[in-house]
């Protein structure tokens, strides 16, 4: 028989996908592609539990079966941590010390949005369970914990994460195409960019034939003209996109007015031989730095956005249709 908190637990995720979907289908914060998913990496998991031997068991099994584990005693531990990095998913107990368990999810989805959560949860905590996945969490797992579930479900979830990322690349390309008789197509162009993947700002910079150019996300922070002629200019004679990170380039990050940003990636707009711009996104230094697959993410997008544009140069030398 079903139990409590597996009928409440199914009930919860479909709300909480629902609200999720919504979301995304007007808001810029859509969910990165994951290192692991696509690559040879093992995928970082941050467990949080109180007990010590539950740490240490899952820190062994959970690593013998393919994944990195980092430990946190207390939801406030695991939030300096995800400040300080970046994990793929976590699996943290409803009953965590010093916070509330729905608390913590909020706070670490607050700082990483797109990192996947598995509460744990005991029969007897299935109204705070439901709790966190109202908060965003992405399942919940029954304990004492069943090693072998827990890996299966750690799996699912890096497998939509992935499916997320794909999804945000192929909608912003296709809204892209859509959007080339427009005549605020660049402006609509950086927009689109932002939302491939999480991003503070993001800016596009044009070389056209009537001068330079610069267009800014309407949903993230303006950033000085200066600051994103200087990371573009990280792009000469680049034919691939170019991650920063502030702690390997902490002045490069850094506006003249002294604001810091703990991430970019600047990403070349080619045409053949010809290099005519490019397209940069940023993050604060309050969240993780960006992954080599929201790198490639950022790249396929600007490989569409300079066909896109030349496809609008075409149209707009056309001129409209005779009717």
Same mark, same amino acid.
């Given at each position: 028989?079903?139990?409590?908190?597996?009928?409440?637990?199914?009930?919860?995720?479909?709300?909480?996908?629902?609200?999720?979907?919504?979301?995304?289908?007007?808001?810029?914060?859509?969910?990165?592609?994951?290192?692991?998913?696509?690559?040879?990496?093992?995928?970082?998991?941050?467990?949080?539990?109180?007990?010590?031997?539950?740490?240490?068991?899952? %820190?062994?099994?959970?690593?013998?079966?393919?994944?990195?584990?980092?430990?946190?005693?207390?939801?406030?531990?695991?939030?300096?941590?995800?400040?300080?990095?970046?994990?793929?998913?976590?699996?943290?107990?409803?009953?965590?010390?010093?916070?509330?368990?729905?608390?913590?999810?909020?706070?670490?989805? %607050?700082?990483?949005?797109?990192?996947?959560?598995?509460?744990? %949860?005991?029969?007897?905590?299935?109204?705070?369970?439901?709790?966190?996945?109202?908060?965003?969490?992405?399942?919940?797992?029954?304990?004492?914990?069943?090693?072998?579930?827990?890996?299966?479900?750690?799996? @699912?979830?890096?497998?939509?994460?992935?499916?997320?990322?794909?999804? @945000?690349?192929?909608?912003?390309?296709?809204?892209?195409?859509?959007?080339?008789?427009?005549?605020?197509?660049?402006?609509?162009?950086?927009?689109?960019?932002?939302?491939?993947?999480?991003?503070?700002?993001?800016?596009?910079?044009?070389?056209?034939?009537?001068?330079? @150019?610069?267009?800014?996300?309407?949903?993230?922070?303006?950033?000085?003209? %200066?600051?994103?002629?200087?990371?573009?200019?990280?792009?000469?004679?680049?034919?691939?996109?170019?991650?920063?990170?502030?702690?390997?380039?902490?002045?490069?990050?850094?506006?003249?007015?002294?604001?810091?940003?703990?991430?970019?990636?600047?990403?070349?707009?080619?045409?053949?031989?010809?290099?005519?711009?490019?397209?940069?996104?940023?993050?604060?230094?309050?969240?993780?730095?960006?992954?080599?697959?929201?790198?490639?993410?950022?790249?396929?997008?600007?490989?569409?956005?300079?066909?896109?544009?030349?496809?609008?140069?075409?149209?707009?030398?056309?001129?409209?249709?005779?009717?």
């Amino acid at each position: 028989m079903e139990s409590d908190i597996g009928r409440d637990r199914d009930v919860a995720i479909e709300r909480s996908r629902r609200r999720r979907t919504a979301r995304r289908r007007g808001h810029p914060l859509w969910t990165p592609e994951e290192e692991a998913s696509v690559s040879q990496a093992r995928p970082h998991v941050l467990v949080v539990d109180a007990e010590k031997r539950v740490l240490d068991r899952l %820190a062994v099994e959970l690593s013998e079966g393919g994944f990195d584990v980092t430990c946190a005693e207390s939801g406030r531990a695991a939030i300096e941590l995800v400040r300080a990095r970046r994990f793929d998913l976590a699996v943290a107990d409803v009953r965590a010390p010093g916070m509330e368990g729905a608390e913590i999810i909020a706070a670490l989805k %607050a700082i990483s949005p797109d990192l996947e959560i598995l509460v744990g %949860a005991p029969c007897s905590s299935a109204q705070a369970a439901v709790a966190c996945i109202e908060s965003g969490a992405y399942d919940i797992l029954e304990k004492p914990y069943n090693i072998e579930d827990m890996k299966r479900r750690l799996g @699912a979830a890096m497998l939509r994460t992935h499916l997320d990322a794909v999804a @945000a690349v192929h909608q912003a390309s296709a809204a892209l195409a859509a959007s080339l008789s427009r005549d605020d197509f660049p402006e609509r162009a950086v927009d689109l960019a932002a939302k491939v993947v999480y991003t503070t700002s993001a800016a596009l910079s044009l070389a056209l034939d009537q001068g330079p @150019a610069l267009y800014q996300a309407a949903s993230g922070a303006e950033v000085p003209a %200066a600051f994103i002629a200087r990371l573009a200019g990280q792009l000469e004679g680049a034919l691939a996109p170019v991650r920063l990170c502030a702690d390997d380039a902490p002045d490069l990050l850094c506006t003249a007015e002294g604001d810091r940003f703990g991430a970019a990636i600047v990403a070349p707009l080619r045409l053949g031989e010809s290099s005519f711009g490019g397209l940069v996104v940023l993050r604060d230094a309050r969240l993780p730095p960006f992954t080599s697959q929201e790198e490639q993410a950022i790249g396929i997008f600007a490989i569409q956005l300079a066909l896109a544009f030349y496809g609008h140069k075409v149209q707009r030398a056309r001129g409209p249709r005779a009717a």
